[in-house]
């Protein structure tokens, strides 16, 4: 696959812009150089943590920016490049550019993309604090950015330059060519301690962080070609008359590539396509039939215009590979699922999708990991899956084992999982033993070997607290557990007290000699800790007890980053019935995918918001059925006062009520458990975190962002921006005790 995209790719555009900040120097010595150069060479050797490394060289760039050129400039840029990289991801999501030549494509991007972006990034940074003259700055930004100083400061032009060429070691002729635009080559990272000099304070004066960063800006659409910054300018002038918007880029991109691509092979190609895909639909198609088709349309291809045969090749090696698949040819489908992803790559728009899933499917069905987490880590690179990126771990094999059972039917994946539906008579009931008694830690098969269990486990789930002492007593290990799921007596017990509120059992093992790793292995697909089913079933003494025994309360649970912020999401559902924030998250897709997903198709981020609409659908489809949904509901939402006691369990135990998590990635804000109990408006739980005799107790004063001249965006800013009254009136009665003014 040719390197060079006619999209821009997220690593080569990093590298790009790391280059014409002038951060380059930050990357080497952070020794992210070499991570750098093969994440924008696309390094096939290291496929499966490009997303990793793309995600650490943003964070330290962020760090950098934050004390170069202060958090504000640091939150615009992260803001900025998330949106920037979103907007790529779609277009590479939705846009076909096989047709088009490199040289056109690439035209059609700068045109459409690349010059509206960074005319809306001015305008963003603009928007944000006080700035240079646009009018200037897109002749000369160094110029612009040398008035802008001068006037901010009141330090004459001259004398700016002269202490910055002393500070820099430029010649007067090097700074005359970076006066009438030419790139600022000697200018680069850190800023803040050239400024410094430039206007002759000390590095901590105020208007140090607005004048880096706006320098930084200028360094970087210095190194823009002329013309470039000639077509940033007519937007900048436009925007106002003619708003952008990413929907418009997209399509006039898409219409110049159709017609690039409206050729006879199109025309010949498409109905036969079309047969393929329906013989695939077709439980009983003819094998030997669907071959010739497929030889078929690889001889239409071969027949074609060189220039013309990338943009059906992969679609061939697509189908060809679902074709081997089906047939049981492990090997060849492997090697055709990854021809057909490579040709795909960045370029075949709403094609990528459906390939990327489906090799990804078939490579964990099999078994191949390497070749799975290769596919996994493009998933995240294209959007496919939300970001922050999330190890292809044990669970997270299993649960996407579930798609390949339903697309690959009837192929059984190699990885143990259970099946759809566990079938079991009366038969079945357990009735504790001497079999039991004589070998309590077996692992027994159940389902066709889909599942195991053990005695132990069995009586958990289905016994009585006599069958499990019975068990114990013979050597029944609480420790034990299934390595493929994670499962053990713990989690079983655990599952049982909180969907039964049965906590008998729950409780007696509790009192066993439980190792660490066992009160924090996380079970199933769905990943549920101990602590975290503890916390939702609103149960302080479980709590307390499993942190006596070692449980990290700082350790993700469910989507959240610590056990202190699931229990205050908890506390909120509690509070706020009729909230349907987390309901509206779970049926858009917000939430994490599980095996239910899987089970119906849905193994990728992107995909769960169709699948779970159906869901919504059927739960408004009558009023019983929106009866029912509210009872389970009511049956599974815990008291208010319960969820308080669990965060008081965990604050006892050491949780971090600073503990800083963004809502999305791309977020500005960074929240803390104190900062959301402010939103959440109930006066004890918030006393609680901020009156805490812990070096864990809530800050209020800590901010969701850098305060800017006009806002701190405490916990008195998000009291009040949500209307909480009683949390506000406290904050401000805690001042006045506090003498703080």
Same mark, same amino acid.
């Given at each position: 696959?040719?390197?060079?995209?006619?999209?821009?790719?997220?690593?080569? %555009?990093? !590298?790009?812009?790391?280059?014409?900040?002038?951060?380059?120097?930050?990357? %080497?010595? #952070?020794?992210?150089?070499?991570?750098?150069?093969?994440?924008?060479?696309?390094?096939?050797?290291?496929?499966?943590?490009?997303?990793?490394?793309?995600?650490?060289?943003?964070?330290?760039?962020?760090?950098?920016?934050?004390?170069?050129? +202060?958090?504000?400039?640091?939150?615009?840029?992260?803001?900025?490049?998330?949106?920037?990289?979103?907007?790529?991801?779609?277009?590479?999501?939705?846009?076909?550019?096989?047709? =088009?030549?490199?040289?056109? *494509?690439?035209?059609?991007?700068?045109?459409?993309?690349?010059?509206?972006?960074?005319?809306?990034?001015? #305008?963003?940074?603009?928007?944000?604090?006080?700035?240079?003259?646009?009018?200037?700055?897109? #002749?000369?930004?160094?110029?612009?950015?040398?008035?802008?100083?001068?006037?901010?400061?009141?330090?004459?032009?001259?004398?700016?330059?002269?202490?910055?060429?002393n500070e820099l070691d430029a010649d007067p002729r090097t700074i005359e060519r970076w006066l009438v635009g030419e790139p600022v080559g000697k200018l680069g990272w850190p800023y803040a301690p050239k400024v410094a000099a430039a206007i002759g304070k000390d590095?901590?004066?105020? &208007?140090?962080?607005? %004048?880096?960063?706006?320098?930084?800006?200028?360094?970087?659409?210095?190194?823009?070609?002329?013309?470039?910054?000639?077509?940033?300018?007519?937007?900048?002038?436009?925007?106002?008359?003619?708003?952008? +918007?990413?929907?418009?880029?997209?399509?006039?991109?898409?219409?110049?590539?159709?017609?690039?691509?409206?050729?006879?092979?199109?025309?010949?190609?498409?109905?036969?396509?079309?047969?393929?895909?329906?013989?695939?639909?077709?439980?009983?198609?003819?094998?030997?039939?669907?071959?010739?088709?497929?030889?078929?349309?690889?001889?239409?291809?071969? !027949?074609?215009?060189?220039?013309?045969?990338?943009?059906?090749?992969?679609?061939?090696?697509?189908?060809?590979?679902?074709?081997?698949?089906? %047939? *049981?040819?492990?090997?060849?489908?492997?090697?055709?699922?990854?021809?057909?992803?490579?040709?795909?790559?960045?370029?075949?728009?709403?094609?990528?999708?459906?390939?990327?899933?489906?090799?990804?499917?078939?490579?964990?069905?099999? *078994?191949?990991?390497?070749?799975?987490?290769?596919?996994?880590?493009?998933?995240?690179?294209?959007?496919?899956?939300?970001?922050?990126?999330?190890?292809?771990?044990?669970?997270?094999? !299993?649960?996407?084992?579930?798609?390949?059972?339903?697309?690959?039917?009837?192929?059984?994946?190699?990885?143990?999982?259970?099946?759809?539906?566990?079938?079991?008579?009366?038969?079945?009931?357990?009735?504790?033993?001497?079999?039991?008694?004589?070998?309590?830690?077996?692992?027994?098969?159940?389902?066709? *070997?889909?599942?195991?269990?053990?005695?132990?486990?069995?009586?958990?789930?289905?016994?009585?607290?006599?069958?499990?002492?019975?068990?114990?007593?013979? +050597?029944?290990?609480?420790?034990?557990?299934?390595? &493929?799921?994670?499962?053990?007596?713990?989690?079983?017990?655990?599952?049982?007290?909180?969907?039964?509120?049965?906590?008998?059992?729950? &409780?007696?093992?509790?009192?066993?000699?439980?190792?660490?790793?066992?009160?924090?292995?996380?079970?199933?697909t769905k990943r549920e800790t101990p602590l975290k089913i503890a916390i939702e079933m609103a149960n302080a003494p479980a709590v307390t007890r499993l942190i006596e025994l070692g449980a990290e309360v700082e350790q993700h649970c469910d989507y959240l980053p610590?056990?202190?912020?699931?229990?205050?999401?908890? =506390?909120?559902?509690?509070?706020?019935?009729?909230?349907?924030?987390?309901?509206?998250?779970?049926?858009? +897709?917000?939430?994490?995918?599980?095996?239910?997903?899987?089970?119906?198709?849905?193994?990728?981020?992107?995909?769960?918001?169709?699948?779970?609409? !159906?869901?919504?659908?059927?739960?408004?489809?009558?009023?019983?059925?929106?009866?029912?949904?509210?009872?389970?509901?009511?049956?599974?939402?815990?008291?208010?006062?319960?969820?308080? @006691?669990?965060?008081? @369990?965990?604050?006892?135990?050491?949780?971090?009520?600073?503990?800083?998590?963004?809502?999305?990635?791309?977020?500005?804000?960074?929240?803390?458990?104190?900062?959301?109990?402010?939103?959440?408006?109930?006066?004890?739980?918030?006393?609680?975190?901020?009156?805490?005799?812990?070096?864990?107790?809530?800050?209020?004063?800590?901010? =969701?962002?850098?305060?800017?001249?006009?806002?701190?965006?405490?916990?008195?800013?998000?009291?009040?921006?949500?209307?909480?009254?009683?949390?506000?009136?406290?904050?401000?009665?805690? &001042?006045?005790?506090?003498?703080? #003014?």
């Amino acid at each position: 696959m040719s390197k060079e995209t006619i999209i821009p790719r997220l690593g080569n %555009l990093l !590298r790009a812009l790391i280059k014409a900040a002038g951060y380059r120097p930050l990357v %080497l010595q #952070t020794g992210q150089d070499k991570d750098l150069d093969d994440l924008a060479n696309e390094d096939d050797e290291r496929q499966s943590s490009r997303f990793d490394r793309l995600q650490s060289i943003e964070d330290s760039c962020t760090d950098a920016l934050a004390k170069d050129c +202060g958090h504000e400039w640091a939150e615009t840029f992260r803001y900025a490049w998330f949106r920037t990289a979103e907007a790529l991801q779609g277009l590479a999501q939705n846009l076909d550019v096989t047709p =088009l030549s490199t040289a056109e *494509g690439q035209r059609l991007i700068s045109q459409h993309f690349t010059a509206p972006m960074l005319a809306g990034f001015l #305008t963003l940074a603009a928007s944000r604090r006080t700035a240079p003259d646009f009018e200037q700055w897109c #002749t000369s930004p160094f110029k612009a950015w040398l008035a802008f100083a001068s006037h901010h400061t009141k330090v004459p032009q001259e004398k700016l330059l002269t202490n910055l060429g002393n500070e820099l070691d430029a010649d007067p002729r090097t700074i005359e060519r970076w006066l009438v635009g030419e790139p600022v080559g000697k200018l680069g990272w850190p800023y803040a301690p050239k400024v410094a000099a430039a206007i002759g304070k000390d590095a901590s004066a105020r &208007e140090i962080p607005l %004048l880096s960063g706006w320098l930084l800006l200028a360094c970087a659409y210095q190194s823009l070609s002329t013309e470039l910054r000639d077509v940033v300018k007519r937007n900048l002038s436009l925007r106002s008359q003619q708003p952008w +918007g990413l929907e418009d880029a997209s399509r006039a991109i898409s219409q110049a590539s159709h017609r690039a691509g409206d050729v006879p092979l199109r025309r010949q190609a498409i109905p036969l396509l079309e047969t393929i895909l329906m013989m695939f639909s077709t439980k009983e198609h003819d094998k030997k039939t669907l071959q010739d088709r497929l030889d078929q349309l690889l001889g239409l291809i071969e !027949r074609a215009d060189p220039a013309l045969q990338s943009a059906y090749r992969y679609i061939h090696a697509w189908f060809a590979a679902r074709n081997a698949a089906l %047939l *049981g040819k492990k090997e060849a489908a492997l090697d055709l699922y990854a021809e057909s992803v490579s040709g795909a790559w960045w370029q075949a728009g709403q094609n990528q999708h459906p390939i990327l899933n489906e090799a990804l499917l078939y490579a964990v069905g099999v *078994g191949d990991k390497d070749a799975a987490n290769g596919y996994w880590d493009k998933t995240f690179m294209l959007g496919l899956n939300r970001r922050p990126k999330r190890p292809l771990d044990t669970q997270e094999l !299993r649960r996407i084992a579930f798609s390949f059972e339903q697309m690959f039917a009837p192929q059984k994946a190699k990885d143990r999982i259970p099946p759809r539906v566990e079938i079991r008579s009366t038969d079945d009931a357990f009735n504790l033993g001497k079999k039991h008694i004589a070998n309590p830690n077996q692992k027994i098969k159940y389902a066709e *070997g889909r599942t195991r269990r053990t005695p132990l486990m069995v009586a958990i789930q289905e016994g009585t607290l006599d069958d499990v002492k019975q068990l114990l007593a013979a +050597g029944g290990d609480p420790n034990d557990f299934i390595p &493929e799921s994670g499962e053990g007596p713990l989690s079983y017990a655990m599952r049982r007290a909180c969907d039964r509120k049965d906590t008998l059992i729950m &409780e007696y093992l509790l009192g066993q000699n439980l190792s660490q790793e066992t009160v924090n292995r996380p079970a199933s697909t769905k990943r549920e800790t101990p602590l975290k089913i503890a916390i939702e079933m609103a149960n302080a003494p479980a709590v307390t007890r499993l942190i006596e025994l070692g449980a990290e309360v700082e350790q993700h649970c469910d989507y959240l980053p610590s056990a202190l912020c699931y229990a205050m999401v908890l =506390l909120h559902g509690s509070l706020h019935r009729d909230d349907p924030t987390q309901e509206q998250a779970y049926f858009s +897709g917000k939430t994490r995918a599980d095996s239910y997903d899987a089970k119906e198709g849905a193994a990728l981020d992107i995909d769960l918001s169709k699948r779970r609409q !159906r869901l919504y659908d059927l739960k408004n489809a009558s009023e019983r059925n929106r009866q029912l949904f509210s009872a389970v509901l009511d049956y599974f939402v815990r008291p208010s006062a319960d969820y308080r @006691a669990v965060i008081q @369990a965990l604050l006892a135990g050491g949780a971090d009520a600073n503990r800083r998590y963004r809502v999305e990635a791309h977020d500005l804000a960074e929240w803390t458990p104190t900062l959301f109990a402010a939103q959440v408006g109930d006066l004890e739980t918030f006393r609680m975190l901020v009156e805490h005799t812990g070096n864990n107790r809530g800050d209020p004063d800590l901010t =969701l962002m850098a305060p800017s001249h006009l806002e701190r965006f405490d916990a008195l800013w998000v009291a009040i921006d949500h209307g909480q009254h009683a949390i506000a009136s406290y904050l401000m009665e805690r &001042e006045k005790r506090n003498g703080i #003014t």
